[in-house]
């Protein structure tokens, strides 16, 4: 156990830290022993979202540092003491699975009081890939900056310079006309859920996740990218920590959800991920 849970419960549940956990881009250059302890054992029985292979690995800020790079030159670049390195084959079902698992380890270090930060881009995953003797298709996918959080005022004007801070409208994740108000009121607690799951971080803020809710079905798709060689290929995680933050959130709300493949999804006019089905 760590701060943050008591019983290996989070303190709070994972709504609320969902709601308190930003990206964080200016660190302390130090953690202690004892949490760097914790963050290992947070890394040790990932909770997964399917049977596809996850590896990950604490890099400390020295290893990863040279292959980091900023928005614009080093403008941005984020400097930890420790990273998380998420490595997997680059599948599409192994990427929702590192998005789901990290996501989740992400927010217990929120219950843990450190600052994190998602890096999809902005790093050379071939080169670290290669320093870290991978092999066969194994690549970093994906880094989390951790640490103790610097200056507020500093990873405020990061994350405004970056729009990390707008949230689409709840809405504009369902089809159009749809009865929002009936479904939910048929359909107690997924005013919540679908509170966390807007709260879901994404490459340059996309918000890809699109729902179809279906009675005590919602399917998960996402929208197409319009720039798909610059966002497209982070949609997979994207949804993956959409889909965790759906979990995490009906288990606070004791909404017993499983994932499953639907054989006919209703909708072709985005992109069919997974669908949730409750009790």
């Not at 308190?20 to 660190?27: A, E, I």
């Not at 984020?78 to 084959?89: F, G, H, S």
């Not at 989390?144 to 405020?156: E, V, Y």
Request: hydrophobic fraction near 40%; aromatic fraction near 8%; include cysteine.
């Amino acid at each position: 156990m760590f701060p943050g849970s008591i019983g290996g419960k989070i303190v709070g549940g994972w709504i609320q830290q969902i709601h308190t956990r930003k990206s964080v881009r200016q660190y302390q250059q130090q953690l202690n022993s004892q949490l760097t302890g914790q963050v290992m054992h947070c890394l040790q029985s990932p909770s997964l979202l399917n049977e596809n292979q996850l590896r990950l690995r604490l890099l400390p800020g020295e290893e990863v540092h040279p292959h980091l790079s900023g928005f614009i030159g080093s403008y941005g670049k984020i400097r930890a003491p420790l990273y998380i390195a998420a490595i997997c084959d680059g599948k599409h079902q192994s990427l929702l699975n590192l998005g789901f698992a990290v996501e989740r380890i992400v927010l217990e270090l929120t219950a843990m009081g450190l600052g994190t930060c998602w890096i999809g881009g902005f790093f050379d995953k071939n080169q670290l890939s290669e320093e870290l003797e991978l092999t066969g298709a194994d690549t970093v996918h994906a880094l989390i900056a951790l640490g103790q959080t610097a200056s507020q005022t500093w990873n405020r004007a990061l994350k405004a310079a970056a729009g990390m801070s707008r949230r689409l409208p709840v809405e504009r994740l369902l089809p159009k006309n749809f009865p929002l108000d009936s479904w939910l009121h048929s359909n107690p607690g997924w005013e919540h859920i679908l509170s966390a799951l807007r709260r879901a971080p994404s490459a340059v803020n996309r918000q890809p996740w699109r729902l179809y809710p279906d009675n005590n079905v919602i399917h998960v798709y996402s929208a197409r990218p319009k720039l798909k060689n610059l966002t497209g290929r982070f949609t997979p995680i994207d949804i993956g920590i959409a889909l965790c933050h759906l979990r995490l959130a009906a288990e606070d709300v004791g909404v017993n959800c499983d994932f499953f493949q639907a054989e006919e999804p209703p909708t072709t006019e985005w992109d069919y991920q997974l669908s949730a089905r409750w009790n």
